[in-house]
């Protein structure tokens, strides 16, 4: 008795996009930026760092402490790492998991690994309690843009 194998060559086809499909992820990669923007604009605008001087005591927090405008001003001003992280932490993994969930793929983060260390600089930048010559952060700043390029 004679079997046919089956042939181990895969045809591709050649996945063709909607221009509106292109287009609503386009504005989709820009969009999904703005809580991240939006959240340090505000904290920019409406924390005074003459009110907020008290460390982040970890152990000292209680859940009531999520909704405080408070925790979120002394997480900026004065821990100003850990508030990038935690940023990006909602902003790409949490949101971008969501947006992995409805479209079934997770394409969205690919373009951010260049768009995020721009706005980290950003953020480092206008930072209120930053020191830094103004020279030198347009250079770091003209840097990561050479490099995203």
Same mark, same amino acid.
């Given at each position: 008795m004679h079997q046919t194998v089956p042939s181990l060559l895969v045809h591709r086809t050649t996945m063709q996009q909607s221009p509106v499909l292109n287009a609503v992820n386009a504005v989709l990669v820009v969009a999904?930026?703005?809580?991240?923007?939006?959240?340090?604009?505000?904290? *920019?605008?409406?924390?005074? /760092?003459?009110?907020?001087t008290e460390r982040i005591d970890p152990s000292a927090l209680e859940l009531s402490d999520l909704w405080s405008k408070d925790l979120y001003c002394r997480l900026y001003l004065l821990h100003p790492i850990s508030y990038v992280n935690v940023v990006f932490f909602f902003n790409v993994c949490v949101l971008f998991w969501l947006i992995s969930l409805v479209q079934k793929s997770t394409w969205l983060?690919?373009?951010?690994?260049? *768009?995020?260390?721009?706005? /980290?600089?950003?953020?480092?930048?206008?930072?209120?309690?930053?020191?830094?010559?103004?020279?030198?952060?347009l250079i770091s700043f003209a840097?990561?843009?050479?490099?995203m390029c």
């Open positions: 999904v930026a703005l809580p991240a923007v939006l959240a340090t604009r505000a904290l *920019i605008q409406h924390c005074d /760092i003459a009110e907020h983060i690919d373009p951010y690994w260049t *768009i995020i260390p721009p706005l /980290i600089n950003l953020c480092y930048m206008y930072h209120p309690l930053t020191q830094a010559d103004e020279h030198r952060q840097l990561v843009m050479v490099w």
